[in-house]
């Protein structure tokens, strides 16, 4: 039998050594793996994530149990800022897409690496600001933002992202009101722009009408910039977002091509002060073997080309280039550790095998079909010899994190590793069924640390009101 074993990066599930993973660290692009950067097999056939034991962290910590690769993390983030500074010859800055996962480590280590966040809400504003991040990096993003969140962003200092004229004009109210004070200072805002480049895992292609509740409409550019122009509001450029999970490069090259007409007519006719371009994020990251995404490197190496070739033929100065990843940054760096519940035969169909989390740790299955890998971390080279399909515990037949994935032979207390689940599952997750949402882990050279404490029972009730007419 072919075993999927076979297909998975043979130098790190099976003959990695602690020193030579940290000797060719810096050349992997984490988004292009499976498993964290510091993974490897330990001498009790244990997968071992960051020095750290996989088995060893659920008996310390409990499961379902999110485990974040400091290492992967950190490569990823000096992968992007270095690639732009070797490809791109104006000024740059990465800004990391919190939604994936907005919480204090993460924030903190990517600010650290010299990133700003995008944020897309008070509560991910927030978060960014107390693990530390400047305000003037950080960047705030929506189709909706309410008039308190709207003020809270202006009052820390964060740049705003205008998505729409509703939001626009409500800006300008909140300047012009503000205007007359001495201590007056014009918000600081960007337009994002739907530029009509669409894009499929396969192919893309540009249309002229545009469907997306995002941004404004090209049609309408002449009059936004014109309203802008004599406006309160300080407008130093523009954004486009395309979409995510992109393997292709293309889209992404054209996109320069795309913003620089609208740069131009704005600096040009409208007298804008533009300085900054924001291409948006959406580098895909390799969550089964047959996933091939470009590497970090490749694509910012094709942003700037795509950015320098349609600026110096416009006859404009290079602007300060910024990108917004979120998934290629962080996805490839988590893994969630289960522990195997019971099994279930419907003989001749498939064997199910449950774990204890599910949908509401992991909702990207459920929502959008995602594929994923994973492996018996407490038995790394036995044979796979069974396929499976594994169920969460949620209430829902549709709860299944992996459908038929070749296994060894399980048993009730085997821990189940789920790779690639960094981006958009802890910043997803639920308390659907009333679970507890689970406890978040970093590891480095041998060392954990919690980084998100696991919900308690009592804390579910923690919102929850009984009026005293309903008391017994
Ligand atoms: N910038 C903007 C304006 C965005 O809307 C997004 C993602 C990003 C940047 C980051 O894109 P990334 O580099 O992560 O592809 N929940 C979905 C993904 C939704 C993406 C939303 N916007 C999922 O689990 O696949």
Known sequence: MTTALSSLPKEILTTNTSENVSSSLDKLSPNQQLLPLTAVVNAHDHLEIGGCDVVELVQQYGSPLYILDEVSLRTACQQYRDAFTRHYQGASQVLYASKAWSCLAVCAIVGAEGLGIDVVSAGEILTALRSGVLPSLIYFHGNNKSLDELNYALESGCTIVVDNWHEL???????????????????????????????????????????????????????VFAFVAQSNLHCIGIHAHIGSQIFELQPHQDIGGVMVQWFKLATETYGLPFSELNIGGGLGIRYVESDDPPSIEEWVKTVSIGVTDAFVAAGLALPKLLCEPGRSLVGATCVTAYTIGGSKTVPDIRTYITVDGGMSDNPRPITYQSKYRAVVANHMSAALNQSVTIAGKHCESGDILIKDIQLPETQSGDILVVFSTGAYNYSMASNYNRLPKPAAVIVEGGESSLIIKRETREDLLRQDCLPERFRQ
């Open 169 to 223: 004009k409500n800006l300008e109210d909140i300047a012009k009101s503000q205007s007359t004070s001495l201590s007056f200072k014009a918000p600081r805002i960007m337009l994002r722009l739907t530029p009509g480049i669409e894009c499929h895992t396969h192919e893309y292609i540009q249309t002229g009408h545009i469907d997306s509740k995002f941004g404004f409409d090209p049609n309408e550019i002449e009059a």
